[in-house]
């Protein structure tokens, strides 16, 4: 009974502590609404001056959050309030804490937790970026009862599955978010009270545009929308995508001198496409101690020169990051590239957006961007947080007005002349390095092919133009001995042109650069020079030069398509029809020898006689030949059976004749010796002369029988044998040839027969 009591007063005590607990929260969390409209952004210096919860305000101290940022004063108390907010700022201004701090507040304000299911959901562009939002809520909101999921393209999606339902907030990407949509019944978004979407105009972009509106039907239209990017949009189209209510535009930087950071130093310099590899390593020579960023326009680029550099060793760590990589190798290499102080990391933009990386000294961008919103983005990898930095741009003559485009948009930046006496030159390196191991070739080639198409097919000529670009020359500062085979560049720039009066094909520059074999035309027009339609061609243009005097005629320019005269496609089996109509014989193996007139004229006569015969008369031929086979060997199996049963017989008889030891006159001996002699000599040789002449059957040449003298000894030998045999018979016959035989002597003459 004492027991029960006191069970019975502690449980009642954590009620009473409970009910206390929530009474406190439901205080604190009227006091901190009541302050929302009271306070003025000018008078917030700290983070301890805004209406938050002692929660937040924990864990942001203990994060080592005291000041805000200016986006972070103006965005945090609109979106406390509950608006929509279309955030803008300069890179490493501190949006993702701007959102973060709103979104833990207003699950704060409802009391969530795990039983109430996802109550807030932030959606970025990239893995590395949601990992580093990830971290930062656990950081932030460590003093809060919240589950919080990472949800990422790479990982187990069956695990996922179980535990996506309890999490209240959600960081994910774009394109397994809507996996769990469309395949897991446990995850349920009816009751999402707020979603951010980071790096906004990424998101919103065609890439993500058809995942973006899918996501969206699945949403409810009851929620707040928060927007942040440095390059913020400001379309109509994309903001009512989103069904934002009047949403507000907070961008702190906008009448800002500059729209990059105060403190970060730009500069570009002026490089023939065949040079950026040789000024880019001089350059990682002569700075190895800094941290560097390099950003390359594609996956295979970024390989080509990490495994050029790698074997190089330029005197600091060498990383890479790029999309194809797994999930496991991209996060070791984010996290090794924060921590090391002297490296060098080749990326894509893959690393451009959101990321913050402490302490980067420079950021170059090897290959010119796209646009100016990814310019922004890139350099923005540096200078964070009034940190000092320094940006370079590498561009090529011909891409000096995306300069001027630069200075248009209030970007400061500023020319550097190269310096020649540091400059190295690494093309026979590479050149060796191709040679020798063939696998650093077809990457060297597939990085290649893979920029040229990326300028091809992009979309600001005036910028990428593949013409203005000496293929041969840039191919061999790349460690190449050819340009490979680029098949989109086959039917490029050939056209012909009437201008001034003057028929002629105009040959363009690039026509000069690049040579791109068509192997599969040749071949073509070697396979149907037979079957041309069109009879009629010109060989030369203008013979008189008529058209050449300007008075005499005035004809209008026009310009005419190779796409008029299209050639058909010819596969392998139409040309091999082609090549057996003109009688050319294919695929056969040539033997030469010592003797090759003598054997190519045995084979035409072999082939000849192969000819006249046909097929069935050497099948009956063959048919008869092994019926005779067939009867020889049968009489032959006959005999041998008749001698072994004759033997048999013999043997029998000697054993009973032994056995009875009967006294048998010596004429008996005799006349049996002599059966068993003309036995034994029937059995020795066979009677064979009932068999057929071999020579007459196969038509064998007759020719000259020579006996080897192996046989000439054996015969020799059983001719010796033989005479043997009769000289003991003879003496036999002398020594007992009167009188009857005694037992004992007929024992001993038979003895003398058997060993015969």
């Given at each position: 009974m004492?027991?029960?009591?006191v069970?019975?007063?502690?449980n009642?005590?954590?009620r009473k ?26 008078n ?11 929660r937040?305000?924990h864990?942001?101290?203990n994060?080592?959050?005291?000041y805000?940022?200016e ?8 979106s ?5 907010i279309l ?6 201004s501190?949006?993702t ?14 009391r969530?937790s795990?039983v ?17 939002t ?7 909101g ?7 999921a ?16 309890q999490s209240n ?6 394109g397994?978010l ?8 446990l ?5 999402l ?5 980071d ?6 972009d065609?890439?993500f545009?058809a995942?973006l ?5 699945n ?8 927007l942040?990017s ?11 995508r989103l ?15 500059f ?5 970060l ?10 040079d ?33 550099f ?19 190798k991209?996060v ?13 990391m ?22 010119c ?13 540096t200078?964070?947080y009034?940190?000092?930095g320094r ?6 003559p ?11 948009k ?11 006496e540091?400059?190295?030159n ?7 390095f191709c ?12 990085a ?12 600001n ?12 020359a ?27 009066g ?10 000069e650069m690049?040579?791109?074999p068509?192997?599969?035309?040749e ?21 008189f ?6 008075d ?20 392998r089996?139409?040309?091999v029809k082609k090549?057996?109509k ?18 190519n ?9 192969e ?9 009956e ?12 060997d049968?009489?032959v ?5 008749r ?21 048998l006159?010596?004429?008996h001996?005799?006349?049996?010796n002599?059966?068993?002699d003309?036995?034994s000599e029937a059995e020795q ?9 071999p020579?007459?059957?196969y038509?064998y ?36 040839c ?19």
């Amino acid at each position: 009974m004492f027991n029960y009591k006191v069970e019975k007063k502690v449980n009642r005590s954590t009620r009473k502590c409970k009910t206390a607990k929530k009474q406190e929260e439901e205080e604190e969390i009227k006091k901190v609404q009541e302050e929302y409209d009271k306070v003025d952004s000018c008078n917030l210096q700290k983070f301890s001056d805004f209406p938050l919860s002692r929660r937040t305000k924990h864990g942001l101290q203990n994060s080592g959050y005291h000041y805000p940022t200016e986006i972070q004063r103006e965005a945090i108390l609109f979106s406390l309030r509950g608006m929509d907010i279309l955030g803008a700022a300069k890179t490493g201004s501190g949006k993702t804490l701007a959102f973060v701090v709103p979104v833990l507040e207003c699950l704060w304000r409802q009391r969530w937790s795990s039983v109430d299911g996802l109550g807030a959901l932030i959606i970025s562009p990239t893995r590395e970026l949601a990992l580093q939002t990830y971290e930062t809520f656990c950081k932030v909101g460590c003093m809060h009862d919240f589950s919080a999921a990472l949800v990422i393209g790479g990982t187990d999606a069956d695990y996922e599955k179980r535990r996506i339902g309890q999490s209240n907030l959600v960081v994910c990407t774009p394109g397994r978010l809507l996996q769990h949509m469309d395949e897991n019944p446990l995850f349920d978004t009816t009751q999402l009270q707020i979603i951010v979407l980071d790096e906004a105009d990424r998101i919103l972009d065609l890439g993500f545009s058809a995942q973006l509106n899918a996501i969206i039907q699945n949403l409810p239209e009851t929620r707040q929308t928060l927007l942040y990017s440095a390059t913020q949009t400001k379309s109509v189209k994309d903001l009512a995508r989103l069904s934002l209510k009047n949403p507000v535009y907070v961008s702190v930087h906008e009448n800002s001198k500059f729209c990059t950071p105060e403190r970060l130093k730009q500069n570009f310099v002026v490089c023939k496409e065949e040079d950026k590899l040789n000024y880019f390593w001089s350059f990682l020579r002569t700075h190895t101690k800094c941290k560097v960023l390099a950003f390359f326009t594609n996956c295979k680029q970024v390989r080509f020169v990490y495994e050029a550099f790698r074997r190089l060793q330029p005197g600091l760590t060498v990383l890479h990051l790029h999309g194809s990589m797994s999930l496991q190798k991209r996060v070791n290499v984010f996290k090794e590239f924060q921590r090391k102080k002297f490296v060098v990391m080749f990326s894509t933009d893959i690393a451009a957006r959101g990321l913050d990386f402490p302490c980067v000294d420079w950021v170059i961008q090897v290959d010119c961007p796209a646009d100016l919103a990814e310019y922004i983005h890139r350099s923005g990898r540096t200078a964070r947080y009034n940190n000092k930095g320094r940006a370079l741009l590498i561009v090529n003559p011909a891409q000096t007005i995306f300069i001027e485009h630069l200075k248009e948009k209030r970007i400061p930046i500023s020319e550097i002349q190269i310096n020649y006496e540091k400059f190295l030159n690494i093309q026979t390196k590479l050149q060796t390095f191709c040679s020798q191991d063939p696998d650093f070739h077809s990457i060297c080639s597939r990085a290649l092919v893979a920029y040229c198409k990326s300028l091809h097919f992009a979309k600001n000529k005036e910028i990428f133009n593949m013409e203005k670009i000496d293929l041969e020359a840039l191919a061999k500062s790349m460690g190449l001995f050819s340009v490979p085979r680029m098949r989109f560049l086959r039917n490029v720039n050939k056209k012909v042109h009437l201008v001034d009066g003057s028929l002629s094909e105009e040959k363009q520059p690039s026509d000069e650069m690049v040579h791109v074999p068509d192997i599969q035309n040749e071949t073509k027009h070697e396979l149907d020079s037979d079957e041309d339609s069109d009879f009629l061609k010109v060989k030369k243009h203008d013979v008189f030069n008529v058209m050449g005097q300007e008075d005499n005629f005035n004809v209008p320019n026009f310009q005419m398509s190779n796409d008029i005269s299209k050639k058909k496609l010819i596969t392998r089996a139409s040309k091999v029809k082609k090549m057996n109509k003109k009688n050319i014989q294919l695929n056969q193996k040539i033997i030469f020898t010592e003797d090759d007139y003598n054997c190519n004229d045995e084979l035409k006569e072999m082939q000849r006689s192969e000819e006249a015969g046909s097929s069935e008369s050497y099948i009956e031929l063959a048919k008869k030949r092994l019926k005779e086979a067939d009867e020889i060997d049968k009489k032959v199996h006959r005999e041998r059976s008749r001698m072994i049963k004759r033997e048999r017989l013999l043997k029998k008889k000697l054993k009973k004749a032994e056995k009875r030891h009967r006294q048998l006159p010596l004429s008996h001996f005799e006349e049996e010796n002599g059966e068993s002699d003309s036995a034994s000599e029937a059995e020795q040789e066979p009677d064979l002369s009932w068999l057929p002449d071999p020579d007459k059957v196969y038509k064998y040449p007759e020719e000259e029988v020579v006996v080897p003298d192996v046989q000439l000894k054996r015969k020799t030998q059983k001719n010796l044998k033989e005479k043997e045999i009769e000289t003991k018979k003879k003496k036999m016959t002398n020594s007992k040839c009167m009188g009857e035989l005694t037992l004992e002597d007929q024992e001993a003459f038979a003895l003398s027969l058997l060993e015969m």
